[in-house]
């Protein structure tokens, strides 16, 4: 061959080498892009012990992101979406929920280096970019110092939370309405007819359950007024509902100066 035609094959395998370090290079940087942004939804998904690359939710092999998958869990309801430093594995910032979170964990320092507002809005940024909720939140400083993000429009990740409607006077009503949607009052969950009138709570499962109040509280609305009936309705609703499997076993009703509420209840995820 020709000293060309020599130079001419090894530019092209230096082009096509180049090419393909450039290819390599550009898949690596966005698959690393998309797997440190992409929330968890269940614990199946953080396996091993810092958590996989699948997810930045993932810490110690469970899934810290404020979703359904975690109510029960006692874990806190936090979002770890944001770090202050250091590697891909430790979001340290977090944001609680469900509807206006409190954006907690920001490095103090440096002092006056706006890293409240950037943190928050990375939170903002990733959650939105993950699906976790919905544009339109936003960040603000409370009085105390502390910063917020809301409101949570969480409603993709609620809309398939508990089992399907019994009848038109057991279930969701509206009947596709979404839990925790509308700023907690836009679902109800009806539980049932109790002397002729419709009984339901709101049907807002909470991210995080005080473990020292062993659960819900919601009060039992729709009772009609019957002296020292209520605690019978309340009764009725919260067996309806555990027999129709929206709630667990183990509540109770509790009067107060409002009403009656049931009580110490947990909600069934499905």
Known sequence: KSNKEKKSNKEKKSN?????????NETTSSVDA?????????????KGYYGNSES???WLGKCQMCLPGNYR???GGKCMCAKNGGGNDNFDVSVSGPRNGLVDGVSLFPLFGGQFFDRCNECRRRMEADGVIMPGSSCSRNP???????PLNMDNLWKDFGPPNISHTIGRYPADCIPNSGGGSACK???????GSQMHIKYNPTNYINPYRY????KVEGLPIVLGDWRNGCLA??????TAGFIESGWECTRRMDGIYLDKFQYRMQ
């Open 73 to 75: 869990t006692f874990r």
């Open 189 to 195: 969950l009806r539980c049932g007819i109790h002397n």
């Open 237 to 242: 609703c919260g067996s309806t509902l555990e």
């Open 215 to 218: 659960g819900e509280l919601e």
């Open 144 to 150: 105390t110092g502390t910063m917020s993000l809301g």
């Open 34 to 46: 998309d797997n440190f942004s992409r929330a968890c939804t269940t614990d199946d998904e953080c």
């Open 56 to 58: 930045a939710g993932c």
């Open 16 to 24: 096509k080498e180049k090419k393909s370090s450039k290819e390599k």
